[in-house]
């Protein structure tokens, strides 16, 4: 069995930190080290303040750390000792050179490779863990059989699918685990000893198993058919607002038909995260170096029907403010992509923020966790920014508030009394369909929603 072993993992990002978090908390007898070469990640994952939200995370950190889970700066010790690597290391869509905006950006992968190289002595197996496009592990490969003392890194896949604000949930209780390995009997030996560490608490069945190709390929697969469900509704609600349909209820209607299901049907601004858009260009991008132009034009159209989407909802807002905003308060409630999480990446309140600030308004932006990676996002437009916790202060004076983020702290908020310190006619726009709009219609708000009727005084 697997007893006693080293895990380390490479990377303590919002993958990395809560993966190993639950690993340690479930196999109590091994050994788990998450290494990562910005020490400030690492010496906030070893303080009071760790350097992600997600809910239920701090406790378990706490139950855990200097027990069986170690965070720590030196990676080449880690490497030496551990008998299991995981590798979690950013691939962002590339920004220079070939590929340049679609690629997948595999400098922090392969420098990973090298040091892991550089390091390893003995028998190892190397996980991926990042999404990475398919047949990176081949690549991987590669680089290790340039080792020339002894050495045996076998490469296995087992991409992360938990989703931020649920991580811990997500792994926890996870819909299925793939595991992905050459068909040798080294591959399955590896794969064997990623099985038995999940084996601890997911159910036998719920673990798949396959070769490296599948398994890689299923990461970009469940994302793009994620993101594709998002863009699809996202269609529609364009549809109900020029149809008078209501997209909350088309969504039920569709959602109900067991084939189709209910999740991932609810219409909004736009879909952001670190994902979803990297994950299909990045398909898209070998997709062409296949020659297969039709695929990757099929799955290019759902990135592009999420900027259209984007962009839909500030036309909206700027025609509905008599076609200006300059000089106006604009209040936008919500800027994480999504609730429950502080991460900013590819939010769509990042391109509403910047659509407004073009037309020269000036942006109240709050959000109960993610203010301080919005003053990064924005850093270069400071002048005409305002940070501000408080959702009451951040409306005063405001001509229209946006939300941007479905956050439950915005759906109880005494919109009543908001209305009284705002800049009359108000208008909300609710780009995630979280509030009663015919109760704030009542209030005197001109209200409008996505796939849903303008209710304008
Ligand atoms: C996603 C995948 O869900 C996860 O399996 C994968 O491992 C990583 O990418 P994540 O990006 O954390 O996870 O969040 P997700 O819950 O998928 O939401 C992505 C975006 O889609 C968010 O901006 C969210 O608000 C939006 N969304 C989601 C919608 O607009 N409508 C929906 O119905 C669902
Ligand atoms: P994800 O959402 O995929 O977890 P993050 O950006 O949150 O992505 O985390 C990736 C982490 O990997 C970052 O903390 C980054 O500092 C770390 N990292 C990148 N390259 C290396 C490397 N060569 N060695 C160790 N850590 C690395």
Not at 33 to 55: G, H, Q
Not at 224 to 234: D, G, K
Not at 420 to 449: C, E, W
Request: overall charge negative.
């Amino acid at each position: 069995m697997s007893a006693g072993k080293n895990i380390l993992c490479i990377g303590a990002g919002y993958v990395g930190g809560p993966t190993m978090t639950v690993i340690a908390a479930k196999c109590p007898e091994y050994r788990v080290t998450v290494v990562d070469i910005d020490k400030n990640k690492i010496e906030a994952w070893n303080s009071d303040r760790l350097p992600i939200y997600e809910p239920g995370l701090d406790e378990l950190v706490h139950r855990t750390r200097n027990k069986n889970l170690y965070f720590s700066s030196d990676i080449e010790k880690g490497i030496r000792e551990a008998d299991i690597i995981f590798v979690s290391v950013n691939t962002p869509t590339k920004t220079f050179g070939q590929g340049a905006g679609m690629a997948a950006d595999l400098q922090y992968w392969e420098k990973t490779a090298r040091q892991i190289l550089a390091n390893a002595e003995g028998r190892k197996v190397i996980v991926e863990k990042s999404t990475l496009p398919v047949r990176t592990a081949a690549a991987m490969k590669r680089i290790f059989n340039g080792k020339t003392h002894d050495a045996s890194l076998e490469v296995v896949s087992n991409p992360e699918f938990l989703a931020e604000g649920t991580a811990i949930r997500d792994l926890e209780k996870p819909d299925r685990v793939l595991i992905g390995s050459r068909e040798t009997a080294e591959g399955i030996r590896a794969r064997e000893e990623i099985v038995a560490i999940y084996a601890h608490w997911v159910p036998r069945e719920k673990i798949i198993e396959s070769n490296v190709w599948s398994s890689e390929l299923s990461k970009l697969a469940s994302n793009a058919f994620l993101a594709q469900r998002i863009s699809s509704i996202n269609s529609f609600s364009a549809l109900c607002e020029a149809t008078e349909a209501d997209i909350d209820q088309v969504a039920y209607a569709i959602g109900t038909d067991s084939r189709i299901g209910p999740d991932f049907l609810k219409a909004s601004v736009g879909f952001g995260g670190s994902c979803f858009r990297k994950d299909i260009l990045n398909l898209v991008y070998i997709c062409q170096g296949y020659g297969l132009d039709a695929v990757a034009d099929y799955w290019r159209s759902v990135v592009e029907m999420n900027e259209w989407q984007e962009q839909r909802f500030v036309r909206n807002m700027l025609s509905s403010l008599f076609n200006t905003v300059a000089g106006k308060r604009i209040a936008l409630f919500g800027f994480a992509f999504k609730a429950n999480t502080g991460d900013t990446r590819e939010s769509p309140a990042i391109y509403v923020a910047r659509g407004l600030l073009e037309e020269r308004a000036h942006v109240v932006i709050s959000d109960p966790k993610a203010l301080e990676n919005a003053r990064k996002d924005l850093e270069d437009e400071s002048e005409n920014v305002t940070f501000e916790t408080d959702p009451y202060k951040a409306a005063e004076g405001a001509h229209a508030i946006a939300i941007l983020t479905e956050w439950d702290l915005y759906k109880d908020l005494d919109y009543e009394k908001i209305f009284q310190t705002m800049v009359h006619p108000a208008f909300i726009f609710d780009g995630r369909n979280i509030l009663d709009h015919r109760k704030l219609f009542s209030l005197g708000y001109n209200v409008f929603g996505i796939g849903k009727p303008f209710l304008k005084h």
